[in-house]
T-cell receptor, first 113, second 111 residues
Framework: AQTIHQWPVAEIKAVGSPLSLGCTIK??????LYWYWQATGGTLQQLFY??????VESVVQLNLSASRPKDDQFILSTEKLLLSHSGFYLC????????????FGEGTRLSVL | GEKVEQHESTLSVREGDSAVINCTYT??????FPWYKQEAGKSLHFVID?????DRKQSQRLIVLLDKKAKRFSLHITATQPEDSAIYFC??????????FGDGTQLVVKP
């Protein structure tokens, strides 16, 4: 069975500090991978997607970047956090074929102070 | 780009009654419509989806209806139970890489 693991579960960081969030998918080769952001009590905003290693497409600019260094790994990062980066970060995966619902990890809750 | 509007921001029903959440979309190219449930403090959990080649799909107590002409789709939860209380998100997609979400509906099932 496929499993998706996000780390860390939660982070409290200072404004201006760097950030790195990770996501690993096991049990499925060459998945599509996604990063989403959810403001507290808010809707979901897709940030990035990746269909293969080394290839990442940006959907919205939030002073964040993403990388896919391995087939099963997706990293979200920034060198300088803003207060507006606070929220819930969700990694998701789907099969390559069209029209399959992304399945989400447990998320990372980020508080920027 | 696509815009998905979720009409009910909150919905309160009595246990055992049906709940209906309505969504509309703008892009006629959208062909795939998943629904997710988010319990308090947790991630999103996929519950049901529908593709544009059908207009109705049922999975146990969940029914999804799609009206392509009106660009409208809805989630019907029958015989609601307290554990159905959560935020429900509708979404629409025309590409495997972009899925657009509604703003969510807080469903409260009262005993």
């Amino acid at each position: 069975a496929q499993t998706i693991h996000q780390w860390p579960v939660a982070e409290i960081k200072a404004v201006g500090s760097p950030l790195s969030l990770g996501c690993t998918i096991k049990g499925k080769s060459s998945p599509n991978l996604y990063w989403y952001w959810q403001a507290t009590g808010g809707t979901l905003q897709q940030l990035f997607y990746s269909i293969t290693v080394g290839q990442v497409e940006s959907v919205v600019q939030l002073n964040l970047s993403a990388s896919r260094p391995k087939d099963d790994q997706f990293i979200l990062s920034t060198e300088k956090l803003l207060l507006s980066h606070s929220g819930f970060y969700l990694c998701a995966w789907s099969l390559r074929r069209a029209n399959q619902a992304p399945l989400f990890g447990e998320g990372t809750r980020l508080s920027v102070l | 780009g696509e815009k998905v509007e979720q009409h009910e921001s909150t919905l309160s029903v009595r246990e055992g009654d049906s709940a209906v959440i309505n969504c509309t979309y703008t892009d006629t190219a959208s062909s795939y419509f998943p629904w997710y449930k988010q319990e308090a403090g947790k991630s999103l959990h996929f519950v049901i989806d529908i593709r544009s080649n059908v207009d109705r799909k049922q999975s146990q107590r969940l029914i999804v209806l799609l009206d392509k002409k009106a660009k409208r789709f809805s989630l019907h939860i029958t015989a609601t139970q307290p554990e159905d209380s959560a935020i429900y998100f509708c979404a629409a997609s025309w590409s495997n890489n972009r899925i657009f979400f509604g703003d969510g509906t807080q469903l409260v099932v009262k005993p």
